[in-house]
């Protein structure tokens, strides 16, 4: 089982950009997908940004296109989220995630291995 360890998170004015990175224990080739997601308080777990590992396809929820980005780095088998533009409705604990099995469960799915997450709060 892989594991995987968040940082970045922290404390932002509304506007302001952080860059979120996830460390992975395995190479990231051996998940067909990686992922951020978000859960805010009394929320439910929400995805955020998936990239097939292969192909580098992304996809991201509608309320962050244009303003996150999500990549990896296969040598130092890191996972990325360039966050800019942060609103307040972004505050959230943040979790990475690496794909289970063969298939990528997308932005919706569940069936994830899941790191601890790390806070991010954005301030008006």
């Known amino acids: 089982q892989v594991q995987l360890v968040e940082s970045g998170g922290g404390s932002v004015q509304a506007g302001g950009s952080l860059r979120l990175s996830c460390a992975a224990s395995a190479s990231t080739y051996n998940y067909r997908c990686l992922g951020w997601f978000r859960q805010a308080p009394g929320k439910g777990r929400e995805g955020v940004a998936v990239i097939l590992t292969i192909s580098r396809g992304t996809y991201y929820a509608d309320s962050v296109k244009g303003r996150f980005t999500i990549s990896q780095d296969n040598a130092k088998n890191t996972l990325y989220l360039q966050m800019n533009s942060l609103k307040p409705e972004d505050t959230a604990m943040y979790y990475c995630?690496?794909?289970?099995?063969?298939?990528?469960?997308?932005?919706?799915?569940?069936?994830?291995?899941w790191g601890q997450g790390t806070q991010v709060s954005v301030s008006s």
């Open positions: 995630a690496a794909s289970k099995s063969g298939e990528c469960p997308g932005l919706r799915g569940t069936d994830f291995y």
